[in-house]
Nanobody, 127 residues
Framework: QLQLVESGGGLVQAGGSLRLSCAAS????????MGWFRQAPGKEREFVAA????????YYADSVKERFTISRDNAKNTVYLQMNSLKPEDTAVYYC????????????????????WGQGTQVTVSS
């Protein structure tokens, strides 16, 4: 089983930045893609960003384009989410996830294709 552990969350003022990390351990780490999702209180979990491990393609939700950047470090089995120009509406618990399924941006935006999930890290943006 693959373990995913997120870190880097916290409290930041609007306009600030945070970098989330997702470290993988356990079974051989060879996902097809990894993604970040978030869930705000009273709302459904939503897609934030994903990165393909085969070609390195990245995908973003419209709400975070130009502000967030997903990247990976294969040597460290870690995926990052750099979040800039944060807004109060970015407040949520952020989860990373991994999938063995190869696909497209449309596929990777769906939480159902991900096999393994982290426990989440809280991001709070104050106005």
């Amino acid at each position: 089983q693959l373990q995913l552990v997120e870190s880097g969350g916290g409290l930041v003022q609007a306009g600030g930045s945070l970098r989330l990390s997702c470290a993988a351990s356990g079974r051989t780490f060879s996902p097809a893609a990894m993604g970040w999702f978030r869930q705000a209180p009273g709302k459904e979990r939503e897609f934030v960003a994903a990165v393909s491990f085969s070609g390195g393609s990245t995908y973003y939700a419209d709400s975070v384009k130009e502000r967030f950047t997903i990247s990976r470090d294969n040597a460290k089995n870690t995926v990052y989410l750099q979040m800039n120009s944060l807004k109060p509406e970015d407040t949520a618990v952020y989860y990373c996830a991994a999938t063995l399924i190869r696909g497209s941006s449309r596929l990777y935006s769906q939480s159902s294709v991900y096999n393994d999930w982290g426990q989440g890290t809280q991001v709070t943006v104050s106005s």
